[in-house]
């Protein structure tokens, strides 16, 4: 099938999610609810999978909504990047939805947990595959405004006050791209990726759109957590629900990463100089603020929602040394990062469950709990880059390619990578020795565990397994998505076409007989 007969993908996962959304709304039964939820989630994981087959060739899917093509309509664009990325949030949803419907909680359920679930996915899949900046805020919007609710569902104190910081720093954000949207509209008259990248490379190196991409990579910055405008994060993530919280740590800052990359990829590429050592210096800061966070913390949820900081600071590293062999390793730790930040969260719901406690101070919990400490422990050596693990697949592909850069601020870079994985390995050691190491003391009681909720934490474990034994066919598809990121003349004649853009005609008044 041609790239044409394909158009209607693009939207796929985005509009199935939004429409189960709405039906998840109406009062169902438990296990209708459930199992809808169920249903929608594999649907949208098989709509991914879809755009990921369709794109593996290098095709650049485009869905015109009303018939008006690009630049002039709203598209829906999906080449590899956009793909992978669906298809990595995709799997995120499908492991968040099991573990909600594993974990029974009537009262957040009452108020639309499932319902709020597909919107937020809804707005996630809008953020990976609109084609235009402007909807990239709307996706935005969509994406907030299902969180904002998710994370004050429940009324807690905690949900209340950490909540109210994600909404004010989520709004700043927000409004700093409606106005960096202005300023780009003004400068360059359009808003399409590919029309502003065109525009752009005609208008060649230049101070106003650089200021454009600097504002830009503050707002995106902000959405990803990158330090110090992650400060929302460690406190956010560990007052959600379980499953919810799983889902925001494992793909929320990954949006806005994924912005990074599509803007200063695809679109203002032509003075990489100024971002590129924004990011770098960003990327080297915030690898060891996460890590030195993880050290600092004794509660399960929070020492992984530090780690989630120490590996956005790892992607913002590799973008930021802007190369190629960098883009490729990036690429490929954005898979190791979604997917074991999902298994670690799904690992410290039942570990929270089965202690009563959100503390890892619990000890001897090994001889109750074996496969979960199997799991925690190839979580572990992923998140700290050790052999034999995909974490250290991709983690040595982005020292190599720091030191083939060789700056002074990359050779800077390189050192905080490896300091922190140091640290992020003894913050690891940490949580091993505290709850699966030792003696169990009598005075903690080990409660049970549904083997449901259990076998969330085994499934995300087996993918992030499977990171480590399909670890060629990864770096290949990263090469690839690398290279057509190098070359973003093929995304631009495959959203805007090989002919030059004309004005459509304006609409006229059929003559009466």
């Known amino acids: 099938m041609t790239p044409a007969d394909l158009a209607w993908l693009p939207l796929a996962p985005i509009l199935a999610p939004l429409g189960l959304g709405v039906l998840l709304l109406y009062p169902w039964r438990r296990p209708v609810r459930v199992g809808l939820a169920l249903a929608g989630a594999f649907a949208v994981l098989l709509f991914a999978a879809s755009l990921v087959a369709a794109t593996s060739g290098g095709a650049v899917l485009v869905s015109s909504l009303g018939g008006w093509p690009a630049p002039f309509g709203i598209v829906m664009t999906a080449d590899r990047l956009g793909a992978w990325m669906s298809l990595l949030a995709a799997v995120s949803g499908v492991l968040a939805v099991w573990q909600a419907a594993a974990d029974p ?44 609710a998710l994370a004050v569902l429940g009324s807690t104190r905690e949900q209340l006050r950490e909540g109210f910081r994600y909404i004010v720093m989520n709004l700043v954000a927000s409004a700093l791209l409606v106005v960096t949207c202005g300023l780009a509209y003004g400068v360059l008259g359009t808003l399409n990726f590919a029309h502003l990248a065109q525009r752009s490379a005609e208008l060649g190196p230049n101070t106003t759109v650089t200021a454009v991409g600097v504002l830009l990579l503050i707002v995106f910055a902000a959405k990803g957590a990158l330090f110090p405008l992650g400060f929302w994060l460690p406190g956010t993530y560990p007052a959600l629900p379980p499953a919810v919280g799983a889902f925001f740590a494992a793909v929320l800052t990954k949006v806005g990463i994924y912005a990074l990359i599509r803007v200063f990829t695809t679109v203002f590429n032509q003075d990489p100089t100024l971002p590129n050592t924004l990011l770098l210096g960003l990327g080297a800061v915030t690898m060891l603020f996460g890590a030195f966070g993880a050290v600092s913390q004794r509660e399960w949820r929070r020492i992984f929602s530090f780690t989630v900081i120490s590996s956005v600071g790892y992607l913002a590293f590799g973008l930021g040394l802007g190369t190629p062999e960098a883009l490729r390793a990036s690429v490929a730790y954005l898979a190791v990062s979604v997917l074991v930040t999902a298994a670690l969260f799904a690992i410290a719901a039942v570990a929270e469950r089965a202690a009563g406690s959100r503390l890892v101070a619990v000890r001897g919990m090994l001889d109750f709990m074996p496969l979960l400490a199997a799991c925690f422990l190839l979580c572990a050596l992923t998140v700290a880059g050790l052999p034999p693990s995909g974490g250290f697949v991709a983690k040595y592909a982005l020292v190599r390619a720091g030191l083939a850069q ?32 030792g003696k169990h003391l009598v005075m903690f009681p080990v409660y049970r565990v549904p083997f449901a909720l259990r076998a969330v934490a085994y499934a995300a474990t087996a993918l992030v397994a499977g990171l480590t034994l399909f670890a060629g066919p990864l770096l290949g598809w ?33 003559e009466e007989p």
């Open 105 to 148: 909680d009537p009262v957040r359920e009452k108020h639309h947990l499932f319902g709020l679930l597909f919107f937020l996915f809804a707005g996630v899949q809008l953020s990976f595959l609109t084609g235009d900046l402007f909807n990239l805020f709307v996706a935005f919007e969509v994406m907030l405004v299902a969180s904002y």
């Open 406 to 437: 060789g700056s002074p601020l990359a050779l800077a870079a390189v050192f905080s990578a490896l300091l922190a994985s140091l640290i992020l390995l003894y913050a690891m050691l940490g949580v091993w020795r505290g709850f699966f190491w």
């Open 478 to 510: 990263a090469d690839a998505t690398a290279a057509e990121l190098s070359e973003p003349g093929q995304y631009i004649r495959g959203v805007l076409g090989d002919e030059p853009i004309v004005i459509p005609p304006p609409p006229t008044v059929p």
